[in-house]
T-cell receptor, first 113, second 116 residues
Framework: DAKTTQPPSMDCAEGRAANLPCNHS???????VYWYRQIHSQGPQYIIH???NNETNEMASLIITEDRKSSTLILPHATLRDTAVYYC??????????????FGTGTRLTIIP | DTEVTQTPKHLVMGMTNKKSLKCEQH?????MYWYKQKAKKPPELMFV???????INESVPSRFSPECPNSSLLNLHLHALQPEDSALYLC???????????????FGNGTRLTVT
């Protein structure tokens, strides 16, 4: 799987949009971009994923550049509960359950009141 | 709340003890995973089960012994652990799908293990 690069930490004011960047310059054509987050003392939580097109769900939006070498996770109105470590992961399509989801070091996002 | 339940939440064991961690899900997922997470580090994959059969073992020491007795349960049996094995042990599950699609992993909140 391709490796990802994320800033180690970011701050965002409560109520503002949080934009978390991820670089995946070696991504291959069939690898998906996934985002998970881990709030302190909890397990990782799935947020969103995409292949080529921008995606939006009730939690966040995912913007993938046209060359697919980078992406941005957007939390439109950050709240204190969004303080967490955010992981950007690239994954090959599942091989009938035989796959390794590999976490990088992630971005520690702190929402400031 | 999470749909993957792990018990116990906390466990303290001595190096000569034998204990087991339990993971349960009722989402019909046929892939289940064990991850280990040390403090301030990302989770690291240990084992993957697909249709109740072990499909991936990431060169984990034999003092960790996984077991998948049925499609809803995943156990991790622990024996003769070392203090450096103290960590958060996370279980996850996902649908098993074809090569053209990915299914997100659903994680439990983990068992925090301390080896004394």
């Amino acid at each position: 799987d391709a490796k990802t690069t994320q800033p180690p930490s970011m701050d965002c004011a409560e109520g503002r949009a949080a934009n978390l960047p991820c670089n995946h310059s070696t991504i291959s054509g069939n690898e998906y971009v996934y985002w998970y987050r881990q709030i302190h003392s909890q397990g990782p939580q799935y947020i969103i994923h995409g292949l080529k097109n921008n995606e939006t769900n009730e939690m966040a939006s995912l913007i993938i550049t046209e060359d697919r070498k980078s992406s941005t996770l957007i939390l439109p109105h950050a709240t204190l509960r969004d303080t967490a470590v955010y992981y950007c992961i690239v994954r090959l399509p599942s091989n009938f359950g035989n796959e390794k989801l590999t976490f990088g070091t992630g971005t520690r996002l702190t929402i400031i009141p | 709340d999470t749909e993957v339940t792990q018990t116990p939440k906390h466990l303290v064991m001595g190096m000569t003890n034998k204990k087991s961690l339990k993971c349960e899900q009722h989402m019909g997922h046929r892939a289940m995973y064990w991850y280990k997470q040390k403090a301030k580090k990302p989770p690291e994959l240990m084992f993957v089960y697909s249709y109740e059969k072990l499909s991936i073992n990431e060169s984990v020491p034999s003092r960790f012994s996984p077991e998948c007795p049925n499609s809803s349960l995943l156990n991790l049996h622990l024996h003769a652990l070392q203090p450096e094995d103290s960590a958060l042990y996370l279980c996850a599950s996902s649908q098993v799908v074809s090569n053209n699609y990915n299914s997100p992993l659903h994680f439990g909140n983990g068992t925090r293990l301390t080896v004394t």
